[in-house]
Structures are given as C-alpha cells and as structure tokens.
C-alpha cells in the first residue's frame, strides 16, 4: 500500500512538474512575443516571473538582457548577461551582447575578454572581429588593432569598414598620406559607408583640400542628413572657398537641428557681421552669451555690433565687462571712449584715452571691422583659445572627432536609414484608452461602446490602432487583473471568455487568447467582435514566426480575412472592420479591392487618418499619382506627419 502511495505522488509530482515546466516555457514565449512588437518593458515582466520561477534556466536572464539593451539600460544587461552566462558558459551570443553593453560603458578591456571567449567558440563571427578591432582602437593599442585588421581582410577582403578603420589608425598615427589611401579603398568597395566619407573630408579639411572637402561632406550630408557636425565641417570648407551663402545656408542647417549648437551660432554671428546683418548677428552672440556669461570674445563681438548699430549704452556695458577681465586690451579701451564721446560723457572718454597714452601704445585703432580678406578666413582658432585678438576668427572643435561605429544586431530600430513606406496597421480590441493624436476624440465604434453598456467589463473595451508600448505598472495591472479573473467564478462565462481574450491579447499571449475566442465562438458564433478579435490575434501570433516563408504568410492571411468579412456580414456599418479587411487586401497585392475596401470605412467615417495613408499607398502602387497626393493631405491634415514625408517621395 505504501508502495503503491509512494510511486503515485511521485507521477503526480511528475505531472506537476511538467505543468509547470511547460507555463514558464509559455511566458518566455510571450516575452519573445513582446520583444518582436519591440514592447520591451512588457517583456522585462514575462522574463522577471520566468526567472522568478526557474532561477536556473539561462534563457530568461539572456533575453531580459536582450530587452534591456534595447532600453538603453547596458548596466542591466550587463548583469542579466553575466547570470545567464554562469547558468550556461556555452553561448557565444550571451558574451557578444555583453561585450556590447561594455562598450556603451566605455569598458572595452572587459569588451575585449567577452570578444575573445566568443570567437573561440565562433572563429568566424565577423562582426565580433570588428568590434574587438574597434576596442583595441579605443585603447590606442594600435599594434594589436592592426594584427587583428590583417586577419579580417585576409578572410573578408571586400570588408569595406576594415579598410576605414586601418586608415583611422593611420591617422592617429600621423600618416594621413596612408589613411587617405586606405579609405579610398574602403570607398571603392562600398560608396555608402559614412564612416568612411567623414574620415576622408577630416584628412581633407586637415590639409586644407577644400574643395574635396566640401564634395566629401556632401556625401556624407547625403547619407546621413541630420549630422550637424558634417554641415559646421562643410560651412568651414565653403568659407575657404569664398562660398559665404552656402556657408550659411550650412550653419542655418544645423542649428534647425541643433538650436543649441555653439560653434554654428558663434560663426553664423561672425558672418552675418560680413554680409551686414549686424541685428540678427547680434542675436547669435546673445545666445552665445545667454549660455556662456564670461565667453569674453562673444561680449567683445557683440560690443562692436552694438556700437555700429547705435545701441551705445548696451555696448559700453559690453566693453566694460572685457575689460574689467582684460585691463590692458587697449582696443576695448578705444571703443569705448568712442562711445562715451558719442553720448556727451567727455569726461569718460578722456579717463579711457589716457589710459591709452600712458602706456605709449603707437598703434591706429579704428572701430571698423575691415572685410575678411582670402587670408584671414584661412584662420580659425579653437574652440576653448580665448585670445581677444582672434575675435573675428572661425572657430573649430578642439580636436577633430570621429566616432566609431559598432556593429550591432540587438537593436530594435537601426537610425538614420532609408526604409520603405509601410502602411498602418490594423485596428485592434484593446483594454487601455486610446487616442491616436490625429483627431480630437479617441477611436469611436458602435459595436464597441455596445459591448461595454451591456457586459460592465472591469477594463473598458476601445479600439486602438498601433498602440504604444505598456509601461511596467500597466503590464503589472493587467497580468494581476488576469490572475484574478482566473481564479474568480462567474456567472457570465462568455463575458468572462471575451474579457480574458482581450487581456491576453493586451499582453501579447496570443496563444491562450484565441483559446478563450474558439471556446466563445463554439457557444455564439454571431458575435462580430468575436470574428474580428480572433482574426486579428491568428494574424499577430503569425507575425512572431519569422521563419514562416512568404508563400506560408500569404495563405495566413486567408482565415483571418475570411473572420473579418465575417464580422462584416454581422456588423456592416463598422468602418473599422472596412479598413481591417483593406490593409489584408494590402498584403496580397489586391490594391484595387483594397481601395474599395478603404473608401468604404471613410464612407463610414471620414476621420480614419490611416484609410487615407493606406489608400494612398494603394494609388501609388496603381500609378493613380494626384490621388495619392490628395489623400496624404488629408491623412497630413488629420495629424499623420508620415504623409508628408511619403507626399515628397511620391513628387521627387
């Protein structure tokens, strides 16, 4: 009897286990769910309760690490990487995004260390390789750096940032001669690398090649347009080349970029002083001033413009403050006499003048700025020299700065590069209030606020298009309000059904959502909410499967559009249910039906600023130009700034 006791707790315990093996195992997947929809702090809580539950499984501390990478936390990921590696030492990718979340923190000796286990286990990881280059770099160990280069174009010789990197070397070495080669090299494999651009114009700018310089600049602006230090370098290029308004148009350039950006306000005041703006030049240095109070040269600079534009007392006061700093700067000292004859205070002016003759200076002083001659706009000065004599000079940065580039396949949205137009998505049954920011009122529809009078849900029931990501206490209260529906009887199972369906949808757990939905459908199949929830859950579990090829995503597409139109026989006057069907007649290509499926939800409600993109993106694909352009007006005038962007490409 004990026996037979004994070995049936112990399959009990068996089956427990597995139970419980088997949840974590879905909440990793939920996670992996999120951070496919780059919903990165709902992942942190599936990746937390997985931990929590089997501390000794790696994959939850690796893929937080991965989730918290994307949130810029690299202290975080760099502790959640070090646990999942003492849990399993056996994973390259763990030490490479380690190694990463070091050099976010500037510790690339220990970057090095993750690097060098990494490639032993993956010797042909060419980007582990770079990277590693990269850190040596950092450290000035040249000598390794190079040794590392020759390995990576012996086995990859059309490498085109090994070449940048070795003529970075170079550089830092003193030897522009051999850098300038090597990134000519890295520019012929690869005419788009930026790096590259922005090395080759600093040898340029740095052996006063201006007009290869400016072209160099040019292509670098090209490729990456929000720069600001790519327009202050070519404002410096095409000054030298007597190119003053493209000079400005630079300097204009970036500080619509960068308002706060020094160098362009400093040097845009001195070349407003050239072509007579003294005003708005005067502008400039009062918001160089405004930031930097004791920045004497900018005080200087504005005195002399105050003068000639008759603001005299600002300007003695300006004059008064250098050389309170600087007693002996006998210019100053001029000025301001000038100023003090001219408002009738003789005696000042006098006080000033002999100061001035006391110390037997024989020079001529005048308050006119002479015209900048070919020589003098050769000189610049630095950024930090304060010389009052260089006052009318260009400034440059200290030292020229060129940042390295990483490679990195964790990121969730790589910046600055050119992507194809992608239509909105679809609207979905969520459970948090929703407004989109294009219309005064949240997304209305009256099926929606039908459920919601009748049923009492404990989260209200909206309609949401691409809602933004949960924060940690949302994703908290509704994983807790999940629990409790669960564990709560109810008389109105299919209430319960459907409010369960919408919460594990809110958290992604698509799986258990269409679970709930089949088991509702089964007992009422005349619910239009039902058809158009699970349709929409079957398409967003099929999105995470990024193997499935495109054949398989196409015949995917199918059911859900089947549920949808489904939907539509029951609630014919959904514009939203129109607009669902639209964008999966999108994805097959139909752009046709899928234009008639968009007027259909406008027809119904003509607010729906993502009908009007995505019908917008179907005339283009029909060649229909002016109707694309007229429904991205109008998309743009409902507060979808996107439009504008695509009504350019479509004029360009």
């Not at 936390?73 to 030490?95: N, W």
């Not at 520019?187 to 400016?214: F, G, T, V």
């Not at 699970?534 to 859900?560: F, G, I, V, Y």
């Amino acid at each position: 009897m004990l026996r037979r006791f004994t070995l049936t707790l112990l399959l009990c315990l068996g089956t427990l286990a597995g139970s419980a093996q088997y949840n974590v195992q879905h909440v990793i997947l939920n996670g992996r769910s999120a951070m496919y929809y780059k919903d990165y702090i709902l992942a942190i809580q599936y990746f937390t309760r997985a931990a929590e539950a089997k501390p000794y499984l790696y994959e939850p501390w690796y893929y937080r690490a991965i989730a918290k990478f994307n949130l810029d936390d690299y202290a975080g990921t760099a502790d959640d990487c070090s646990r999942a590696i003492e849990l399993c030492p056996y994973v390259s990718k763990m030490y490479e995004l380690r190694a990463l979340a070091y050099i976010r923190q500037h510790l690339f000796d220990k970057a090095i260390a993750d690097y060098d286990v990494a490639l032993r286990m993956e010797p042909g990881e060419q980007n582990m390789w770079f990277n590693r280059t990269l850190c040596r770099v950092e450290l000035k160990d040249y000598a390794q750096a190079s040794l590392d280069l020759d390995t990576i174009i012996a086995r990859w010789n059309t490498f085109a940032p090994a070449y940048a990197i070795r003529a970075e070397i170079a550089m830092q070495q003193g030897d522009t001669t051999a850098g300038a080669e090597q990134l000519d090299r890295s520019l012929q494999l690869d005419p788009y690398n930026l790096q590259a651009w922005k090395i080759r114009a600093a040898i340029s700018l740095s052996r006063a090649q201006w007009k290869e310089a400016d072209e160099q600049l040019s292509q670098a602006i090209h490729l990456q347009p929000t720069n600001v230090g790519n327009y202050v370098n070519r404002a410096l290029a095409r000054l030298n080349l007597n190119n003053l308004r493209g000079a400005m148009d630079d300097y204009d350039r970036t500080i619509d970029l960068d308002s706060t950006n020094f160098l362009a306000h400093f040097n845009r005041g001195l070349l407003r002083v050239q072509v007579g703006d003294y005003n708005r030049a005067v502008d400039d240095f009062d918001f160089i001033i405004s930031r930097e109070p004791e920045n004497y040269i900018a005080i200087y600079n504005r005195a002399t413009l105050l003068q000639r534009i008759g603001n005299l007392r600002r300007a003695i006061d300006d004059y008064s403050r250098v050389i309170r700093a600087f007693p002996n700067f006998w210019v100053g000292l001029h000025n301001r006499a000038e100023c003090y004859r001219a408002l009738g205070m003789t005696q000042l002016a006098a006080a000033d003048e002999a100061r001035i003759l006391h110390a037997q200076l024989n020079k001529h002083f005048s308050g006119v700025q002479p015209r900048w001659t070919a020589a003098q706009r050769r000189q610049t000065r630095k950024k930090n020299e304060i010389d009052l004599s260089k006052y009318d000079q260009i400034v440059v940065e200290d030292e020229p700065v060129v940042e390295l580039e990483y490679a990195n396949t964790y990121r969730g949205r790589v910046q600055d590069r050119p992507t194809d137009a992608q239509p909105m998505p679809l609207y979905t049954l969520i459970t948090r209030p929703y407004s989109n920011n294009l219309t005064a009122s949240a997304a209305f529809e009256p099926i929606v606020e039908n459920y919601n009078q009748a049923h009492h849900p404990r989260r209200t029931l909206c309609v949401g298009c691409n809602a933004p990501p949960l924060d940690a206490n949302a994703a908290n209260l509704l994983l807790t309000l999940l629990d409790s529906l669960n564990n709560t009887p109810s008389t109105d199972t299919q209430a319960m059904r459907m409010q369960r369906a919408i919460l594990h949808a809110d958290v992604q757990d698509y799986t258990s959502a269409l679970t709930d939905l089949d088991a509702f459908l089964q007992t009422d199949s005349t619910s239009a909410l039902a058809w158009w929830h699970h349709a929409t859950c079957l398409l967003q579990r099929d999105k995470t499967n990024a193997q499935t090829s495109t054949q398989q995503q196409q015949l995917q597409l199918l059911q859900p559009l089947s549920e949808l139109r489904r939907a539509l026989t029951l609630a014919p006057d959904s514009p939203f249910l129109h607009y669902n069907i639209g964008c999966l007649l999108m994805q097959q290509g139909k752009y046709e039906e899928a234009t008639t499926s968009f007027t259909q939800a406008l027809q119904h409600n003509d607010i729906i600023a993502e009908a009007y993109y995505n019908r917008a993106l179907c005339h283009k694909q029909l060649a229909n130009t002016t109707a694309a352009r007229n429904d991205l007006s109008r998309a743009g005038q409902l507060g979808l700034h996107q439009a504008y962007s695509m009504m350019k490409t479509i004029k360009e």
